[in-house]
């Protein structure tokens, strides 16, 4: 089941991509219509509203009196809070219900308002976020919903900033135009994004990499999205997983690099990588299989020093590699110092550039990465070890110590 979760401002647009969805074969949960019904008459929830905010909240019929709940609680962080406290965790045990009435294969899309708000994020596989600039949404809720600029304003303070959905966001649908340019985009991603994930995760298959090796210039959101991924990998096995790392050349400010995010998940032992390979399946990290150990480097030649299981994405539209790694060994050291070596060394990272753009061009028609990995090994044995152990005995570096649970970018 591939989980994804939607969200966007008010007046974004958010309802009409939940809809086309639907239409397109997905579970829709929605979140605003189980609000609804977790505070219709005689419900628990209703009871714990009017005990909170006052029987003033109903209306001459008994239910709830949306209005002037709204004009109470918008623009006063406080008794929006209350109000959040007693739906928030109602709506997600309903909803939590129809997922698990959903086929294994279907594509759950809960559409949530709070999302961004409520922390929701790494719940899902993915999160969408419908966009469109604070004065068209102001625009639209004049226009549309017969609101007051003030009133407006009110309603887009009381939830997230337009910066804060975007950088929770794994996929944004620009809704700044037309509906039809909205709708092609929902096609778009459907086809050729969500059902080919569904697909690989329910045959616990990674997502194709067709194409050479191919160096993207340094882009300034892959310490972002590493920190979504890693938050997602975490929440899949708390009580197992130690820490998250982002290592490798995307981990480098500056380093032009594959467009791959390359994670280093922390675990106690390799017994605990194996409890984990399921959990990291089912969060769209399926394992590869024949791919469990690094080559020994000088720093210790014991090949049990370098094992380590590895995941890849499930999803074909972010290329993620999982190294999952006991705390202490060789091979889960050298990753960390690589990359603060490089972080730290601007020479280096200019050397190990020039070194992969040669090695790019070099194997520009060769199908796959598999041929470039192997050809960077002995740069990495024979010139970059040398120069970061000396760096590292230098500098005093030691690995970062690590809190269990912990996301470092």
Do not use: C
């Amino acid at each position: 089941m591939l989980k994804i979760g939607l969200t966007g401002g008010i007046a974004s647009g958010k309802s009409v991509v939940a809809s086309r969805l639907a239409e397109l074969g997905a579970v829709l949960v929605d979140a605003d219509a189980l609000a609804r019904e977790v505070v219709e008459p005689g419900t628990p929830g209703l009871g714990r509203v009017v005990e909170a905010f006052g029987a003033g909240m109903l209306d001459a019929g008994g239910r709830l009196d949306r209005a002037r709940l709204g004009a109470m609680v918008f623009g006063n962080p406080a008794q929006l809070a209350v109000l959040n406290g007693i739906v928030h965790p109602l709506v997600r045990a309903a909803a939590d219900g129809l997922i698990a009435k959903a086929p294994a294969g279907a594509i759950v899309v809960q559409d949530i308002p709070l999302l961004v708000e409520s922390g929701q994020g790494s719940r899902f596989h993915l999160v969408l976020v419908v966009d469109a600039p604070d004065d068209v949404r102001i625009a639209r809720m004049l226009e549309h919903r017969g609101m007051t600029r003030e009133e407006a304003e009110s309603r887009m303070a009381a939830q997230a900033s337009r910066a804060r959905r975007l950088a929770a966001a794994d996929v944004v649908l620009d809704n700044s135009g037309s509906l039809d340019a909205l709708l092609s985009q929902v096609d778009r991603l459907w086809a050729e994004r969500l059902v080919p994930f569904a697909d690989n995760l329910g045959r616990g298959a990674r997502a194709a990499r067709p194409g050479s090796a191919v160096l993207s210039g340094p882009k300034e959101d892959w310490a972002s999205q590493a920190a979504r991924l890693g938050a997602r990998i975490m929440a899949a096995a708390p009580d197992e997983i130690l820490a998250v790392d982002h290592i490798g050349s995307t981990a480098v400010p500056g380093l032009a690099a594959k467009d791959v995010i390359d994670l280093q998940v922390t675990v106690a032992g390799l017994d605990a990588a194996d409890r984990l390979a399921p959990l990291l399946a089912a969060a769209g990290f399926p394992a590869v299989p024949g791919a469990g150990a690094d080559t020994p480097k000088p720093s210790d030649p014991d090949p049990a020093q370098w094992q380590k299981r590895f995941h890849a994405n499930a999803d074909p539209g972010r290329a993620v590699n999982v190294h999952v790694r006991a705390a202490g060994s060789s091979g889960w050291r050298y990753a960390l110092l690589f990359r603060d070596w490089l972080r730290n060394d601007p020479q280096a990272a200019a050397m190990y550039e020039v070194h992969k753009r040669a090695l790019t061009e070099k194997f520009a028609g060769t199908r796959g990465t598999y041929a470039y990995a192997e050809a960077k090994e002995p740069w990495f044995t024979d010139f970059a070890w040398p120069r970061m152990d000396a760096w590292a005995a230098r500098t005093g570096w030691q690995p970062p110590s690590y809190v269990p649970g912990s996301l470092r970018a």
